[in-house]
């Protein structure tokens, strides 16, 4: 994807107001080092770190609803994720301040995973993943910004629309994924969930949270939509991510 926004460095602003998207930076750092331990101790992770919903339904391991935002199932899995959130977080962490976009952020994931366990049909199944909060700040974006283009690869296809137009397009696209079943590892659910839960957000609380942003000199990023990707076959868990 490519959106028109701040330049792709991790300082924005004039050389007066120079701004630090530190809870960008510590989130990304976070997910790095949880990936590493992933990489280290699978199983472990997974067992206890991973959200089963059938457990959460029945109140048990409620802390994997937060835990399983920054867990995800394999390399490229964390890198789209990661540079998502590269290029999005800082905007919003800037609009909403610190406490703001930590609130954005965990309250999207939450709702994506809300959706998830509500809908899918797949609830034996562990989820890991971020892509709940990312599209969250999708949608505050486009809330913020609905008429900056964004520019999105699907499958052999390149779609260019105004924010407000992507993320509706987004919502129609897995909607439509989901009750299709077109590709059941990824947690469709929990994408619509995020982008909802980010819009419901702006709308919420911006009035408390929100700061004249800083517009910056346009710039042209890519961020290519995650797709499905076959697990080893000696690999005991079947992974929903998203």
């Known amino acids: 994807m490519f959106v028109e926004g701040y330049r792709m460095v991790f300082w924005y602003g004039s050389p007066v107001e120079r701004f630090n998207p530190i809870v960008t930076k510590s989130i990304i750092i976070a997910n790095l080092i949880v990936f590493v331990i992933e990489l280290i101790a699978?199983?472990?992770?997974i067992s206890y770190f991973a959200l089963w919903?059938?457990?959460?339904?029945?109140g048990?391991?409620?802390?994997?609803?937060?835990?399983?935002?920054?867990?995800?199932?394999?390399?490229?899995h964390i890198f789209f994720n990661m540079y998502a959130l590269y290029l999005f977080g800082p905007e919003c962490e800037k609009v909403f301040g610190r406490k703001g976009f930590l609130l954005l952020y965990f309250f999207s994931?939450?709702?994506g995973v809300a959706m998830h366990i509500l809908l899918c049909p797949y609830r034996d199944d562990p989820?890991?993943?971020?892509?709940?909060?990312?599209?969250?700040?999708?949608?505050?974006?486009a809330v913020l910004y609905p008429h900056r283009k964004m520019g999105m690869f699907i499958f052999v296809?390149?779609?260019?629309?105004?924010?407000w137009k992507m993320i509706l397009f987004l919502i129609a696209?897995?909607?439509?994924?989901?009750?299709?079943?077109?590709?059941?590892?990824i947690a469709h659910f929990a994408h619509i969930g995020g982008i909802i839960g980010g819009i419901l957000f702006v709308w919420i609380?911006?009035?408390?949270?929100?700061?004249?942003?800083?517009?910056?000199?346009?710039?042209?990023?890519v961020y290519t939509m995650e797709y499905s990707y076959e697990e080893p076959e000696d690999e005991d868990y079947g992974y929903d991510y998203y």
């Open 173 to 185: 696209l897995f909607t439509f994924f989901a009750l299709v079943g077109i590709l059941p590892t």
């Open 157 to 163: 296809a390149f779609i260019v629309l105004p924010a």
């Open 60 to 76: 048990h391991m409620l802390w994997t609803l937060i835990t399983h935002m920054f867990m995800h199932a394999n390399f490229l």
């Open 53 to 58: 919903p059938n457990e959460v339904l029945q």
């Open 127 to 141: 989820l890991v993943g971020a892509s709940g909060a990312i599209f969250g700040l999708l949608g505050a974006y």
């Open 109 to 111: 994931g939450l709702v």
């Open 205 to 221: 609380y911006k009035k408390r949270y929100w700061r004249t942003p800083y517009e910056g000199t346009p710039a042209f990023m």
């Open 42 to 45: 699978p199983s472990f992770m």
